[in-house]
Every structure is written in structure tokens, then in C-alpha cells.
């Protein structure tokens, strides 16, 4: 298994739509979760921490599963600005990885008019 | 904010030649990091540095060389390039091994060897 899963996409919507992404990651003893996002040909920018409580900022919400290993990104009131690619961290617990953030490949997000 | 400064935005070598890429964050962070980045294979991490003087290589270093002589700054080399280090390369720093703290990247360095 790998250690930061995500579906690939894209995920095409319309302007205004609700839009969630999953993430799953395979150690249990991960303790810091992120979601960056990445514009075309851009560096990754840190979007949010994802506290295991849940936490939101504006039109982003984050969740935690720890039992199950998941890492979710809910998006309401989706904006044209918001096409780019999400990824999801963890940081890594093994050997040399540990203490390291370990990337997810990326969803990507495309809003259209 | 922390600023994160990659020396070229766009290079183009040959292969063979000694290749340097240049980092330099402004905030007195501890880590630095050299990822590369290619289409279907995300974020690869090449080499990291915990502090100054010291180096640990990532998943990915053969082919790549680091220094950090100095705390603010972490060059990546690449010593012969090759055609397949045709590459986005970026370069992050983050405060400390604190696992509470994301990475601050650099604008990248698309490198193209010929």
C-alpha cells in the first residue's frame, strides 16, 4: 500500500458546486496532516492543517478518520479560482522518512463557468 | 511570510555539465529539502537537511550532490546532468523537525538538459 493514496481525477464541476476529495494514508502513527494546493506549473502552497477535531476555513472543510486512515477536503460554493491540484500530506513515521512530509500525487479540481 | 528564493526559474544545460541549483530562505529555518517533480510521479524527495553542514539523502539522490555551508542556504548539484534529469525542481524549508510545521517552497526551477 502506498503511503499517501489519492484519487488521481480530474474532478470537473460546475461553478458554485460542492466538491469533496478523499485521501487515505497506511501508518496508523501519523500525526500531522496537511492539504496543499498546486496551481499549473506552480509551486505547492500550504491550504490548511487538518486537526482531528475538524476544521474549517471559509468554503474549505477538512476531516480526519483516524480509524479508518482517511484525510478528507470538502470545497462549497466552488469558484473558477479554485482549479488546481490538491494534494495531500502526512508526515512519515519510518526510517528515513520519519519526521519528513510525505506528498500525495494529487487530485486534480477543474471548475467550469 | 516566509520567503523561499529559487536562483533560476528556467534553465536549459547540456548534458555532462556541472549543474547547480541555488536555495535561500529568509526566516532562519532549521530543514531544507530538493524534490523533484514530474508529470504522474509527484513530489520525489532527492536530498534534506536537518541543519547547517548536514545532509541525508532522500529517496532519489543518485546523480545529485548538496551542500549547506550556511543555514539560510541549500544548493543542489547535479553532477553530470543527464537527459533524464529534465525536471521541475523545487526547494522547500520549514522551521523545524516539529511534525506540527508544513514546507515553504520555492517558486521551482524547470530544468531542461539537451
Known amino acids: 500500500r502506498k503511503e499517501v493514496e489519492q484519487d488521481p481525477g480530474p474532478f470537473n464541476v460546475p461553478e458554485g458546486a460542492t466538491v469533496a476529495f478523499n485521501c487515505t494514508y497506511s501508518?496508523?502513527?501519523?500525526?500531522?496532516f496537511f492539504w496543499y494546493r498546486q496551481d499549473c506549473r506552480k509551486e505547492p502552497k500550504l491550504l490548511m492543517s487538518?486537526?482531528?477535531s475538524g476544521n474549517e476555513d471559509g468554503r474549505f472543510t477538512a476531516q480526519l478518520n483516524r480509524a479508518s486512515q482517511y484525510i478528507s477536503l470538502l470545497i462549497r460554493d466552488s469558484k473558477l479560482s479554485d482549479s488546481a491540484t490538491y494534494l495531500c500530506?502526512?508526515?512519515?513515521?519510518?526510517?528515513?522518512?520519519?519526521?519528513?512530509?510525505?506528498f500525495g500525487k494529487g487530485t486534480k479540481l477543474s471548475v467550469k463557468p | 511570510d516566509v520567503k523561499v528564493t529559487q536562483s533560476s526559474r528556467y534553465l536549459v544545460k547540456r548534458t555532462g555539465e556541472k549543474v547547480f541549483l541555488e536555495c535561500v530562505q529568509d526566516?532562519?529555518?532549521?530543514?531544507m529539502f530538493w524534490y523533484r517533480q514530474d508529470p504522474g510521479l509527484g513530489l520525489r524527495l532527492i536530498y534534506f537537511?536537518?541543519?547547517?553542514?548536514?545532509?541525508e539523502k532522500g529517496d532519489i539522490p543518485e546523480g545529485y550532490s548538496v551542500s549547506r555551508e550556511k543555514k539560510e542556504r541549500f544548493s543542489l548539484i547535479l553532477e553530470s546532468a543527464s537527459t533524464n534529469q529534465t525536471s521541475m525542481y523545487l526547494c522547500?524549508?520549514?522551521?523545524?523537525?516539529?511534525?506540527?510545521?508544513?514546507?515553504?517552497f520555492g517558486s521551482g526551477t524547470r530544468l531542461t538538459v539537451v
Open positions: 537537511s536537518y541543519d547547517v553542514k548536514m545532509k
Open positions: 522547500a524549508s520549514r522551521l523545524s523537525r516539529d511534525v506540527n510545521y508544513g514546507y515553504t
Open positions: 526566516m532562519d529555518h532549521e530543514n
Open positions: 487538518v486537526y482531528s
Open positions: 501508518n496508523s502513527a501519523s500525526q500531522s
Open positions: 500530506v502526512v508526515n512519515g513515521v519510518n526510517g528515513g522518512s520519519q519526521g519528513n512530509l510525505i
